[in-house]
């Protein structure tokens, strides 16, 4: 892959020099997923009858607390190395994104939305499962292209080899390609969400059976990454997104619960009000 899609020349006006400007792939995929996730999100919103308008302005700043979010985790996990070059920890265009990070700015941010404008809460995340999941597929393409996120050396029939000199990955070796499983993972958890979203019980069900798919998939991914920003605990068993995702499963184990026996509860009260 090529972290570098092309380059704007280096132009010259008055006394002004702008350029060479390099156009990543990096940003380009992440820019795609996001406009063709909330695309999708605003076109069911019109289907249920929530407001589209609000949904793509909530995909704006869901999408701007998440960037933030997550190279704010991805520096945390090796806050040292930044500190010494306090700069680097700017420089999105070169890849570092922990998605945990992101959520976890993202979704105070959303609640906060959500209420000010009044919009259904859960059926608005539910809405949006399915395009979160589909951003985060190309946002592993993009990975790919930069190299960041790579996988641990291994010599199996689908490893690969970053040989461009702008990659973040190790250069020259056979690596195990875990942006390309993350994405394809992403990918299937889209469709399943959609398909899922025929036989909803109750609201909420879509977001949190998400969050389920993408921890599993997420912890799993982990064991296979050879990035060593990312943190590590227990005698560098469990990673700083393994105990994220393993706090996320639990989390989102009990919501299902809950918001499941409010729903079963709901039509027992409306019943008791009718013979009222």
């Known amino acids: 892959m090529h972290p570098i899609l092309f380059e704007i020349p280096r ?25 063709i996730g909330i695309f999708l999100a605003a076109r069911q919103a019109k289907k249920e ?26 520096v945390l996990t090796d806050l040292h190395e930044f500190a010494a070059k306090p700069l680097e920890a700017f420089a999105l ?17 959303g609640i906060w939305y959500l209420r000010k404008h009044k919009l259904p809460v859960w059926k608005t995340v539910d809405i949006m499962a399915p395009s979160i999941a589909l ?5 592993r393409l993009g990975c790919f292209s930069a190299g960041c996120c790579y996988g641990e050396p291994w010599s199996g029939p689908i490893s ?73 605990y227990f005698g560098n068993a469990i990673s700083t997104s393994q105990l994220i995702a393993i706090g996320m499963l639990a989390l989102s184990g009990f919501m299902l619960w809950r918001l499941g026996q409010a729903n079963t509860l709901q039509p027992r009260m409306n019943t008791g009000k009718a013979k009222q």
């Not at 009858?49 to 991805?74: E, H, Q």
């Not at 890849?95 to 941010?109: I, K, S």
């Open 11 to 35: 132009m010259e006006f008055l006394n002004w020099v702008i350029g060479p400007i390099p156009i990543r792939l990096y940003g380009l995929m992440i820019g795609l997923g996001f406009t």
């Open 160 to 232: 690969v080899i970053f040989n461009d000199v702008h990659s973040l990955a190790p250069q020259g070796v056979p690596l195990f390609p875990t942006q390309l499983v993350e994405s394809g993972g992403n990918f299937l958890i889209f469709i399943a969400l959609l398909l899922l979203r025929r036989h909803k019980k109750f609201d909420g069900q879509l977001f949190w059976l998400y969050v389920v798919f993408y921890a599993v998939l997420r912890f799993i991914i982990e064991f296979f990454r050879g990035d060593a920003i990312r943190g590590l």
């Open 93 to 109: 265009w070169k890849g570092g994104l922990v998605f945990y990070g992101g959520l976890l700015a993202a979704v105070p941010v």
């Open 135 to 139: 951003g985060q597929a190309f946002g």
């Open 49 to 74: 009858g929530v407001n589209p308008d609000r949904v793509l302005d909530l995909g704006v700043y869901v999408l701007l607390a998440a960037i933030v979010g997550s190279r704010a985790l991805f």
